[in-house]
């Protein structure tokens, strides 16, 4: 069974740092492609970043230079390293293996809302709180 739970969600200021840790199991990184994504109230899904299983590794415009996105193949656990925040950082992030992306493999914005991508592709955690503040 596939399962994966995020966690370190919280509420910071602008200019803050957070790390969210997704703990993995039923999945070998490897053979599958992982991904962080993000559900902002009134926007759509975004894929903030991914590594793929050949080891290709992309970043979202929108957080470039700012987000981190590692794997501890130890301990099976993903983490996203969130520096310089902004509130427009603020949403849902999940976790996700095998997600959807964005033509051509890339992260970014996707179609359609985080939910509707849950059921239909891949495999999700349950989400994780991020809110920051100005």
């Known amino acids: 069974e596939v399962q994966l739970v995020e966690s370190g969600g919280a509420s910071v200021q602008a200019g803050g740092s957070l790390r969210l840790s997704c703990t993995v199991s039923?999945?070998?990184?490897?053979?599958?492609?992982m991904g962080w994504y993000r559900q902002a109230p009134g926007n759509t899904c975004e894929l903030v970043s991914i590594?793929?299983?050949?080891?290709?590794?992309y970043y979202a415009d929108s957080v470039k230079g700012r987000f981190t996105f590692s794997q501890d193949y130890t301990r099976n656990t993903m983490y996203l390293q969130m520096k310089s925040l902004k509130p427009e950082d603020t949403a849902v992030y999940y976790c996700a293996a095998d997600g959807p992306t964005v033509v051509g493999g890339f992260a970014g914005t996707l179609e359609d809302t985080c939910a509707a991508m849950r059921a239909i592709d891949g495999d999700w955690g349950q989400g994780t709180q991020v809110t920051v503040s100005s």
């Open positions: 039923g999945v070998r990184f490897d053979d599958r492609d």
């Open positions: 590594i793929m299983n050949d080891g290709r590794q």
